[in-house]
């Protein structure tokens, strides 16, 4: 309920293109970062597979953005997501895809 109260207090459009590119780059760098490996990871060489794969989904993610293509964006963001941005205005899903648009030329 609260988040509807913050939504509908909105004070403008506010782009969340800076806390897309850092959600996409946290991907990598939290995977990067974990403490621990599975064995069967380490073991069959997955731990490196599983990088390769957050490297390309993130790559992915961050193409979405230049291009602003919503549907690999809709494929990879969890349905309960929300976004809080610094004006304390909460998004979800459909307000985060609404608002990827493709980025001017240059």
Do not use: F
Request: proline share 5%; glycine share 10%.
């Amino acid at each position: 309920m609260r988040a509807r109260k913050l939504l509908s207090r909105s004070k403008g459009h506010r782009t969340c293109l800076p806390t897309l590119v850092l959600a996409a780059g946290a991907l990598v760098v939290l995977y990067d970062q974990r403490p621990v490996a599975r064995a069967t990871e380490v073991a069959g060489g997955g731990a490196s597979a599983i990088a390769s794969e957050l490297r390309h989904t993130t790559q992915l993610l961050l193409d979405g953005i230049a291009s602003g293509d919503v549907a690999v964006w809709n494929k990879w963001l969890d349905p309960a997501v929300l976004q809080v941005d610094e004006n304390d205005i909460v998004r979800g899903k459909a307000e985060i895809l609404a608002e990827l648009k493709p980025l001017g030329p240059g």
